[in-house]
Nanobody, 123 residues
Framework: QVQLVESGGGLVQAGGSLRLSCAAS????????MGWFRQAPGKEREFVAG????????YYEASVKGRFFISRDNVNNMVYLQMNSLKPEGTAIYYC????????????????WGQGTQVTVSS
């Protein structure tokens, strides 16, 4: 089972940027599709962005498209989420997750999750 550790969260003003990182242990990471999800207070966890195993394809939730960018480094077992033009509604715990099936990533039905990192966007 792949272990994931997120970092890079924090407090940022609206309009600012943050870069989240997700460090993966060895295992199936390099063959797996990866995603970022978030859960705001009182809401269900939702898909934010996904990237396929080789980094050639990505997919974004509509509200973040053009502002957030997902990338991966398969040499160093890392996944990143660059978040620009952050909005207060982006306040949430952000989770990294992975699965061998691309459809499962987009659907949030993944094999493994990280513990999450808190992002707070002040207005």
């Amino acid at each position: 089972q792949v272990q994931l550790v997120e970092s890079g969260g924090g407090l940022v003003q609206a309009g600012g940027s943050l870069r989240l990182s997700c460090a993966a242990s060895t295992g199936t990471f390099r063959d797996d599709n990866m995603g970022w999800f978030r859960q705001a207070p009182g809401k269900e966890r939702e898909f934010v962005a996904g990237i396929n195993w080789n980094g050639y394809n990505d997919y974004y939730e509509a509200s973040v498209k053009g502002r957030f960018f997902i990338s991966r480094d398969n040499v160093n077992n890392m996944v990143y989420l660059q978040m620009n033009s952050l909005k207060p509604e982006g306040t949430a715990i952000y989770y990294c997750a992975g699965d061998s099936n691309w459809g499962q990533v987009v659907a949030g039905l993944v094999d493994y999750w990280g513990q999450g990192t808190q992002v707070t966007v002040s207005s």
